[in-house]
């Protein structure tokens, strides 16, 4: 039997859009993605770009709703949406809460139990994910780029800050910037890993980029009428910290749109412009 | 209290994406909408496509899905998409099958009781809709096209060829084209229109393009991988009879789309840019 188990795949764009299941041995049951293959990749291995989605959101949902698929397609860019946690794990707690647990797995690995058995999505994403993707898709992990909204915008940012190495670009829609700061942070964080602010401290972007620094300049837009800029984004804090230690940072603000994926389908095509420009080189 | 309530508005491509309600007359009830509004209309009026959507969809469907904003905001289009048919009609049978009554009006004016007090979306969609967005929204109705899916592509190819004075441009993904020979349509057509098949073939693309002709090309496209293929789309039919009739017909066939969404997508700009050619002229 196969590692991944094939739930669809559609042509779209003259690539393949699928989705998969398989059994995560990082996270301790059955995880989710969605990958899609430009016309490119049925002939050499391409590029692959992570788009990591927000509270509430599957493999789905950028999937649907981003639209972009046309521009990988042009641009020979493999496009992957991870789950944004395990499902249906059955702890209790995990389900009922938008802004914590299943569909809330902020990018972390939990260290506090039971959380810590199963939502451990930063290991997930930054090294089982791209090993199952090595073995079954025709990808360039050397050539790897991260975006994300939201919660994912926080996963994509942490994520290439703590991994430099690992990706080339990284880009960001209304990303949580500092949830050491911020309601959605203080809520999550303490239960996933505990009361000591050093080990939230390991996935505020805020407090990463101080000590870390990513090669290249890092994209990120923001809608000027997203209902949750001015207490849970705060992209000036990221602004100021970027400034402060040296990060190369294009932050736009984009007045009238908001947090929704009518905001991201608006400007994604830039994003995959973006890494394509640092994937390709 | 205006005529219209607006449910949403977001910005997306430098438009205005919104979702409204009112009460209409001719459906006898509430009626849902989407209208895209691109950036050219806060300044003109702008000419439109209609696009009716398929079997179990509603107004958000292709709103979402079809990626249909960014050429329309490129070509100065308002795209207007209907809901696909009266909805919490309380009429018993109305509700809890897929092909037939909400959500599957097949856009005919029924005629049978009790369906025709409320199913009658092809009057709606010819002229209850149009009089409204004229009232409200920036729109040049002379400069009209029409286009549909599957269900929603049978109702613009019927109402484009019924009433051709109306709209400049006409295309279709998979559509229906011949319902008094399919499974879909001998199922529909006889509750809401009655056991005469002279009535039902009032709403066969296929019977009306051998009396009406459409001035200017229709566009169709269609998936070869379509699960509906062959029992109940049959291009080919509407293919013969437009060569019979002298109307004039690009049909094409693309290897390996299905029904979905992402084949819409992948072919949605295609279709814009045929209307926008008419619209523009």
Redesign the interface.
């Known amino acids: 039997m196969s590692e991944i188990e094939i739930v669809a795949e ?5 690539g393949v ?1 699928g989705f998969y299941r398989h059994v995560s041995e990082t996270c301790g049951g059955p995880m989710r993605f969605a990958v899609y293959q430009p016309p490119q990749a049925a002939t050499r291995a391409c590029p692959v770009l992570y788009f990591l989605a927000g509270l509430t959101c599957t493999e789905e949902t950028a999937t ?2 981003a ?1 972009a ?2 521009m990988a397609a042009e641009l020979g860019l493999v496009l992957v949406m991870p789950d944004t946690s395990p499902r249906d794990t059955g702890i209790g707690g995990a389900t009922g809460d938008w802004e914590f647990g299943e569909g809330a797995g902020f990018y972390v690995d939990a260290t506090v139990a039971p959380w810590s058995a199963r939502f451990r999505m930063h290991s997930y994403v930054v090294d089982e994910l791209p090993a199952l993707l090595a073995r079954q898709f025709p990808v360039d992990l050397a050539r790897s780029g991260i975006c994300g909204h939201s919660m994912g915008g926080h996963g994509a940012l942490t994520i290439a800050l703590k991994h430099p190495q690992r990706y080339r670009s990284v880009s960001a829609f209304a990303p949580i910037v500092a949830p050491t700061q911020v309601p959605w942070g203080h809520k999550a964080l303490p239960r996933y890993l505990g009361d000591d602010p050093a080990a939230w401290a390991a996935y505020d972007a805020c407090e990463l980029v101080r000590e870390h620094s990513f090669d290249g300049e890092i994209l990120i837009d923001q ?1 000027e ?1 997203d209902k949750f800029l001015a207490e849970q984004l705060r992209p000036e804090l990221f602004d100021q910290a970027c400034a402060e230690s040296g990060q190369a940072l294009r932050l736009r603000r ?1 007045a ?3 947090h ?4 991201i ?2 400007f994604i095509e830039d994003h995959l412009r973006h890494h394509a420009r640092a994937l390709e080189a």
């Open positions: 559609q042509r779209s764009f003259g859009q649907i709703k639209g698929q046309r809608g009428a984009h009238g749109y908001d929704s994926y009518y905001f389908a608006s």
